[in-house]
């Protein structure tokens, strides 16, 4: 006799309870991909993080019907960084009663190993916002300038990465690089910059380097959210031209910066170009969360985190002038600009074969400390 695979019974009830799901899924899921991208990202977000968040792969099973989570990276990238920023940086503004200063400032301080001892006002009272207290100054002779080196630390931070510039890629972290040409942007003309291209090649890189012999070099520091959020100037050198890119604003933590390839050239940044007595020399600083605002001392036209941008876009803006043929001269240690709670610094310049470094990786290192010399 045939067997008959229909079911019966209880089987039939558990039958229908497992089947009537998996069409309703299918059902549904039909209908998220008729929706357009921007709809489909926010239908599918909740969901993609219940799936990373919740334990015992609970949520697998959707899998088997259709449906795909956004990768983590992806999802990240998906957060409203620059809003949350925006955010935070009102509510940084907000001015703080006397009572509660210093409990709040006190709690930041424990948590992020912040030395008071340093600070040009220690009264915790004397900060009205958080604002104030992220962008506080320092005691003169906190910070001594080393004379003995030709590149100084410009800011507080940890080493992630340092070295000369190889096949036009840059290393944010070990083992994990982005293109040179991505992050400064094209090559800004000759007669801008005063420099003269000696080298027949190319390439951006060799674009860049003005001098016969020469290397391109490359400084990448992180500012923990406890730095001194101040930066300075790194040499003496002139600075010739800003190119403001607007773009996301994800963490620049060295963790986030593994995970995620090229995350200098999607975030936010101001690069400052010039040169120094050795060639090309250039000071970027990257935004990142809840660091929407990069100040600039002497560029007063520069406005970052606006609430629209261009995907990709940039802008320039030229010191050299009719009446100023010279640029912005900045003297090693003066006051550049500011981050508000912490960012990234990157250096990149032109200097002789000879040029050393004395760091080690992953070291913290103070504003006014010997990054290299000849």
Not at 136 to 153: D, E, F, G, N, T
Not at 222 to 234: K, N, V
Request: net charge positive.
């Amino acid at each position: 006799m045939c067997q008959s695979n229909t079911l019966q019974g209880p089987d039939l009830h558990a039958g229908k309870w497992l089947q009537f799901p998996q069409l309703a899924l299918r059902r549904r899921l039909g209908q998220l991909s008729c929706m357009s991208k921007p709809a489909l990202k926010l239908r599918s977000w909740p969901l993609t993080i219940l799936y990373y968040l919740l334990p015992f792969g609970a949520l697998k099973p959707l899998t088997r019907v259709g449906w795909r989570p956004m990768s983590r990276v992806a999802l990240y990238k998906s957060v409203p960084t620059r809003l949350l920023s925006r955010a935070w940086g009102r509510l940084n503004q907000v001015e703080l009663p006397t009572w509660l200063r210093k409990p709040v400032y006190s709690l930041y301080i424990w948590t992020f190993g912040v030395n008071m001892k340093e600070a040009a006002v220690e009264d915790l009272h004397h900060y009205r916002n958080l604002s104030e207290f992220f962008r506080r100054k320092l005691k003169p002779q906190a910070r001594p300038v080393c004379c003995l080196h030709s590149v100084i630390s410009p800011s507080d931070g940890k080493i992630l990465n340092f070295g000369q510039v190889k096949n036009c890629e840059v290393e944010q972290v070990k083992g994990v690089t982005y293109s040179l040409e991505s992050f400064l942007g094209p090559q800004i003309s000759p007669e801008d910059l005063q420099f003269s291209q000696t080298s027949s090649c190319n390439s951006f890189q060799n674009q860049l380097v003005t001098k016969e012999g020469n290397e391109l070099y490359h400084c990448v520091i992180y500012l923990a959210p406890g730095d001194y959020h101040c930066f300075h100037s790194p040499t003496d050198w002139r600075v010739s031209h800003r190119r403001h890119f607007p773009g996301s604003l994800m963490s620049v933590n060295p963790g986030v910066a593994r995970w995620i390839k090229e995350l200098f050239c999607h975030n936010e940044r101001v690069v400052l170009t010039g040169d120094w007595k050795h060639g090309f020399f250039s000071l970027t600083a990257v935004g990142a969360t809840n660091v929407g605002s990069i100040r600039i001392y002497f560029d007063q036209d520069l406005h970052t985190n606006s609430p629209r941008y261009s995907k990709g876009s940039y802008n320039d803006f030229s010191f050299i002038t009719n009446n100023n043929k010279e640029g912005i001269p900045m003297r090693k240690g003066e006051h550049l600009g500011e981050f508000n709670l912490g960012s990234t610094i990157v250096l990149i310049f032109e200097a002789p074969k000879d040029f050393k470094f004395h760091l080690k990786p992953g070291q913290k290192i103070r504003f006014g400390e010997a990054l290299g010399s000849l």
